[in-house]
């Protein structure tokens, strides 16, 4: 069964430095999608991605981040300066069409820690 | 008021009983409701999708939302042990032409044996 795949598992930066979060969808998608779950807290969207565009974003998407699908098969969160509160699970989803119909699959999670 | 709001538990049941997990939420906006099952380390995973109000079954769980009230259910009937997980209720508003999820907090769910 097709499904999202994320790289690496685990994370350590510190603090300051620059990030990439690596994400391969699944192959026939084309809307991708990145979130972040703070331990404890709640799946928070960050990002929808579509046609080389960003789609939309939330608050907590600043200048820090970035998406980008450098390629015909992965998508890349990049944290710029990295802080503390960055610290927390990092998910990336896709789905095959838009709308909420259509089911993002997620894929395990990357667990950034900042130190 | 939060957006949506969700009782985190941890809910802990004996095998076979009935669950009865329940979400609240304040946007009139929404209006797909799912309902999300996450085992630990993993990224969530879809269960069920309900468009506007009424019940959806699949197997042995249902899905109920009520809009009037802005509250949505899932009923997990003859639970097993595999059912233990974090079970995240989640909607999506129709005018967000990215899909974007708007999540609960999640309960913790636990089956005894």
């Known amino acids: 069964e097709p499904e999202v795949t994320q790289t690496p598992s685990h994370q350590v930066t510190q603090m300051g430095q620059e990030v990439i979060l690596r994400c391969v969808p699944i192959?026939?998608?084309?809307?991708f999608y990145w979130y972040r779950q703070i331990l404890g807290q709640k799946v928070e969207f960050l990002v929808s991605f579509y046609n080389n565009e960003i789609s939309e974003k939330s608050e907590i998407f600043d200048d820090q981040f970035s998406v980008e699908r450098p390629d015909g098969s992965n998508f890349t969160l990049k944290i710029r300066s990295t802080k503390l509160e960055d610290s927390a699970m990092y998910f990336c989803a896709s789905s095959e069409r838009q709308g909420a119909e259509h089911e993002q699959f997620f894929g395990p999670g990357t667990r950034l820690t900042v130190l | 008021q939060k957006e949506v709001e969700q009782d985190p538990g941890p809910l802990s049941v004996p095998e076979g009983a009935i669950v009865s997990l329940n979400c609240t939420y304040s946007?009139?906006?929404?209006?797909?409701f799912m309902w999300y099952r996450q085992y630990s380390r993993k990224g969530p995973e879809l269960l069920m999708y309900t468009y506007s109000s009424g019940n959806k079954e699949d197997g042995r769980f249902t899905a109920q939302v009520d809009k009037s009230s802005k509250y949505i259910s899932l009923f997990i009937r003859d639970s097993q042990p595999s059912d233990s997980a974090t079970y995240l209720c989640?909607?999506?508003?129709?005018?967000?032409?990215?899909?974007?999820?708007?999540f609960g907090s999640g309960t913790r769910l636990s089956i005894r044996p």
């Open positions: 192959s026939n998608h084309l809307y």
């Open positions: 989640a909607m999506s508003a129709f005018y967000s032409s990215a899909s974007k999820i708007i």
């Open positions: 946007n009139s906006a929404f209006q797909y």
